[in-house]
T-cell receptor, first 114, second 114 residues
Framework: DADVTQTPRNRITKTGKRIMLECSQT?????MYWYRQDPGLGLRLIYY???????NKGEISDGYSVSRQAQAKFSLSLESAIPNQTALYFC?????????????FGPGTRLLVL | GNSVTQMEGPVTLSEEAFLTINCTYT??????LFWYVQYPGEGLQLLLK?????DKGSNKGFEATYRKETTSFHLEKGSVQVSDSAVYFC?????????????FGTGTSLTVIP
């Protein structure tokens, strides 16, 4: 089984709808991240969490919110989806016990907002 | 601040050709450097990493040397295969005293033709 899983893998929604992307991990890591990937822009950090009670905004948090329900679960919500949020979304985890924080990625969620 | 700049693609090579993908960085302190690879339809996978100056990371025939004097971490492979076709991301993890975020380059797409 994969260490970092994301659901759904693909999602089509309409402008104005609220949607949630979910991430689960079995690696036992404290830290979790949400990124979006756009062609030509690489990965940009949306939110990150260093433990259940620690949530931080990343580079592009506007229009997004997150919830860290447990150490193993980190959800990303789009409160009112808009077309420019069409992108590939990745969840990642890392372990502060590693000397220099390697990040481990899920398979991604492809989101299309019509 | 922290940032990563990598050569723009796409790069197209014939099988068995030599590969170089350039990556330079700006960082405060002593970061760790990474190369991630993204195969079509998949998430990012760690390819190799280096945690201090002059370290060489290597995996699957790929190598990169952490050059502090030139602030570079160029990816090389002596003989590419069709299966190496993917997008390659250079990334930086700051020293824990100077920052927590992970910084990615924009990615370089590689296509290897038979």
């Amino acid at each position: 089984d994969a260490d970092v899983t994301q659901t759904p893998r693909n999602r089509i929604t309409k402008t104005g709808k609220r949607i949630m992307l979910e991430c689960s991990q079995t690696k036992g890591h404290d830290r979790m991240y949400w990124y979006r990937q756009d062609p030509g822009l690489g990965l940009r950090l949306i939110y990150y969490s260093f433990d259940v009670k620690d949530i931080n905004k990343g580079e592009i948090s506007d229009g997004y919110s997150v919830s860290r329900q447990a150490q193993a679960k980190f959800s990303l919500s789009l409160e009112s989806a808009i077309p420019n949020q069409t992108a590939l979304y990745f969840c990642a985890t890392s372990d502060r016990q590693e000397p220099q924080e390697t990040q481990y990625f899920g398979p991604g969620t492809r989101l299309l907002v019509l | 601040g922290n940032s990563v700049t990598q050569m723009e693609g796409p790069v197209t090579l014939s099988e068995e050709a030599f590969l170089t993908i350039n990556c330079t960085y700006t960082a405060t302190g002593y970061p760790s450097l990474f190369w991630y690879v993204q195969y079509p339809g998949e998430g990012l996978q760690l390819l190799l990493k280096a945690t201090k100056a002059d370290d060489k990371g290597s995996n699957k025939g790929f190598e990169a040397t952490y050059r502090k004097e030139t602030t570079s971490f160029h990816l090389e492979k002596g003989s590419v295969q069709v299966s190496d076709s993917a997008v390659y991301f250079c990334a930086l993890s700051p020293h824990f005293l100077t920052g927590n975020q992970f910084y990615f380059g924009t990615g370089t797409s590689l296509t290897v033709i038979p």
